[in-house]
């Protein structure tokens, strides 16, 4: 008894768990950039940047290396694109998201990105809180986008007559509660589970869950196809 005793009193205590981090790498010519950017990500206790590169000839060999789950990806680098990249990196099984980064927000490189493979679209202007929040959204399978973003893919997305698709809008747009218009109206507007979930005094697992009744009455696919009728049926006038 005095043996497990004296075992008792000098173990070690057991180290504390944590979650495990989002391994990140960064992807800018930019070398200060660059490093800005990782520096902002590092201020967070969730996000881990593995690495950071400065060009897309990099990117492969720093995925292979480092595993990440999201790549912060520059579009225009000198000697292999953004765009590129994202293409080569959507055809490995278990790729990482990818959320493309810019100087600026065209409607043409809006849905490049977006075709290449690209889950999410920001600008490198954008509010340090919003890239720290886009990176989260992406790795837990949401599609972050800039709210300029947005507009772009609502003007593009979609067949049909302007009357006609304003009119199915609206019409979908009644079958939703007040907290679930509320979630639309701010999908529509680019922003993110997190920012909707701040703006909305609510938690983010409400907002998934009024996102996927949103996606369920309106039959849509995605993220995407929500904020596309969200702008159509006006909600994003809306608070």
């Keep these: 008894m005095a043996g497990a005793a004296v075992l008792t009193l000098f173990a070690m ?7 495990p981090r ?3 790498l960064v992807v800018d010519d930019d070398q200060l950039l660059c490093a800005g950017l990782a520096a902002i990500l590092r201020t967070t206790d969730d996000l881990e940047v593995v690495a950071a590169v400065h060009d897309g000839d990099q990117v492969l060999g720093a995925v292979d290396a480092h595993r990440p789950e999201v ?9 292999l694109d953004g765009i590129s990249v994202a293409r080569l990196l959507a055809t490995r099984p278990g790729a990482p998201r990818v959320v493309m980064m810019t100087t600026f927000d065209s409607e043409d490189t809006v849905l490049q990105a977006l075709s290449a493979g690209a889950v999410g679209f920001l600008l490198k202007t954008a509010d340090p809180r919003h890239i720290i ?3 989260r959204s992406a790795a837990v399978g949401d599609s972050p986008l800039s709210p300029a973003s947005a507009r772009s893919l609502v003007r593009l997305v979609g067949p049909g007559s302007r009357a006609e698709l304003l009119a ?20 529509g507007r680019g922003l993110t ?5 701040r703006e909305m005094h609510v938690g983010e697992a409400t907002v998934k869950s009024h996102l996927a009744e949103v996606q369920r009455k309106w039959g849509c696919a995605n993220r995407t196809q929500v904020a596309v009728l969200a702008d159509r049926a006006g909600l994003t006038q809306e608070g």
């Design 13 to 19: 205590p057991s180290a504390p768990s944590h979650p």
């Design 22 to 24: 989002t391994r990140v």
């Design 71 to 79: 790549v912060l990806l520059d579009i225009r680098m000198p000697r």
């Design 133 to 135: 929040d886009a990176v």
């Design 168 to 187: 199915e809008a609206g019409r979908r747009a009644e079958l939703l509660t007040e907290r679930e218009r509320g979630v639309a109206a701010r999908v």
């Design 193 to 197: 589970n997190t920012q909707i979930a």
